[in-house]
Every structure is written in C-alpha cells, then in structure tokens.
C-alpha cells in the first residue's frame, strides 16, 4: 500500500521538457506489486517505463499515486513523468498500450502543470477489496477475487468497520516491514457492501500503511464469519500491535480504485472499478 511521506521534494522541469500524467489499469496476477524489483522479479513499474521508453525514444520514469503489492490489480492508478520528446497524447495512449502487455493498460493521457506529482499532489486514495462469499471457489474469477467460502455477516462487518474510521494510530493493521515514520492515518469511509455473491470494502483514507488494507479485511471477514464481535475491532485498534489482530488477506481481491487530486489540475474523472462490479456499484 502507499506509505505517506512527510515532505513534498521540490521538482522543477528542465528546459523543453513536459509533465505528462496517465491513467493506468492493470490485473497485478503475474507481477510482484508495482514498484521495479530487482533480481528479475517482473514490476508493473518496469513494463510501464519500457513501453513509455520506446515511444518517447529516451528512459522515461515515472511515479505513481500509490504502489501496490504482488498481486494487487488497479483500474485507476495515477502516474506521471517528465520528457523532453514531443508526442500527441495519442501516441502516449495508443502507442504505450502498443509495447504494454495485454494485463496492462493506458487508460488517458494528458498534460500537467509542473506542480502536480502523482503522489505528493493526491489528497486522499480508495481501494476496494472484493470478496467472492460462496461455497464453491470462483474458477473464472481466480485471483481476480478473495474467496471465502465461510457465510459471511455484512451487518456485523460494517459495525465493526465504524471503529475504525477517522484518525488514528493503525499501527495494529501495518506490516512488520513497513517502512512509514508515521503510523496516523485517516480512514474518511470504510464501506461494506454486499453485491450479489460478492461483498465490498471500500476504503478511501488519506493514505495507507503496507498491507493496511489486506490486514483490515482479514480482521472484518474474521469478525463476519462469527469468529469475533464487531467490539474486537477497536480493541485490536487501541492495542496498537500487529500481534493482536488477524491473519493477512490474500492480495487478490484488491484494487486500486481512485486517486484525488484538486480540481484545478482538471484529470479526467473514471468510474470507480473494478469494471465486473458497475452493475451494482455505478456511482
């Protein structure tokens, strides 16, 4: 998930240079998380940047509004770059997608003012995590949705997930290798909603601490399958210690979903994803 960084690095275009920003989808199944790996470890970032690289004909790097896991998908990931090369917004779109992998996508290109940044610039992140709630495992939807086949209570999840909004200290939902300084984050809407077979977090927060979101559905589906009460959610919150929550949910059901930013920069507004839901979340 995004660490929050306490300072926004001064940045400034060279000479003849443009600040482009793009709309990004991908399905993160074969990828470890976004940001580049060494060792060969495959990135949505390295994909990205090459495909970029070939049709700006110089190295193209680009920063993105919140890095994602392993396994991670987004249907609204923001990035941008700087370049000295002269393309239509065309050839950034259609081009790119040209060199990029079929799971990975440009979705809209368009010029910005030097002071947007992808990251630094966004005012606050939503995800949703996706849950297929049947008995039978999803064999079309594999890795593209958590699986829990135990009967989950939407009403019991969304108690307890009212505990859990505002500001506070998560540092019982970080992981161990979480690199934040700060645990405080600020949690605005932590929705459960039930859409046929699937049910919904959706969490849109100032921004998220590594796993946060996975270790907050792994606690809510504990709690909803009757493991917990809704009451354990705030006790695991006050206790401030990853040991007192639950196990980590699988990465799969999770997607980046939208990044805000003034409207002054004026980015294109996108439905919230993921796109198999828009018959039950079209809004």
Known sequence: MTTQFEADPSEFLATGQQRIALGIAYNGRHYHGWQRQPHGHISVQEKLEDALSLVANEPIKVMCAGRTDAGVHASAQVVHFDTSAQRPMRAWTHGGNMYLPDDVAVQW???????????????ARQYRYVIY???????????????NYRPLDITKMQQAASYL?????????????????NPIRTIHHLNVIGAGDYIVLDVRANAFLQHMIRNLAGLLMKIGTGQASPEWALEVLLAKDRRASAATAAPYGLYFVNAEYDDAFGLPKVPLGPHFLAPWMNR
């Open 165 to 181: 909004l505002g500001t506070h200290d998560f540092s019982s939902f970080r992981a161990a290798s979480c690199q934040a300084n």
């Open 109 to 123: 290109a368009q010029v910005v003012d030097e002071k947007f940044h992808a990251r630094f610039s966004a005012t």
């Open 133 to 147: 709630n049947h008995p039978m495992r999803p064999a079309l939807m594999d890795k593209e949705v958590s699986w």
